[in-house]
């Protein structure tokens, strides 16, 4: 007599069950969890991989755009900043 054993997406194996139960559920263990291990580091790396192509898409286009539309220069900034704060200060004193 055999079972099957479903596991994963859509992955089975076929089991013999004319045996005891602890070297059946041992081969079910290195049958299915490992394979289902295998699968899962496999899809791991895809996504690790994948990742940094994103990243390394996201600099070259945040480069782009900085030559487009390059931001203010820092003194024009920090000149910005200290107007807004010596506004904010002057009407606290009226």
């Given at each position: 007599m055999f079972i099957s054993v479903q596991y994963g997406y859509n992955q089975a194996k076929l089991y013999n069950i004319n045996c005891?139960?602890?070297?059946?559920?041992?081969?079910i263990h290195e049958g299915c969890y490992k394979d289902m291990h295998k699968f899962m580091k496999k899809r791991?790396?895809?996504f690790?991989?994948?990742?940094?192509n994103l990243k390394k898409k996201e600099q070259t286009l945040l480069k782009?755009?900085?030559?487009i539309d390059p931001?203010?220069?820092?003194k024009a900034q920090a000149a910005t900043k200290e107007e807004t704060k010596?506004?904010?200060?002057s009407k606290k004193k009226d």
């Open positions: 005891q139960i602890a070297p059946l559920l041992d081969a791991e790396e895809f690790n991989k994948e990742i940094a782009r755009l900085e030559k931001p203010k220069d820092e010596e506004k904010g200060t």
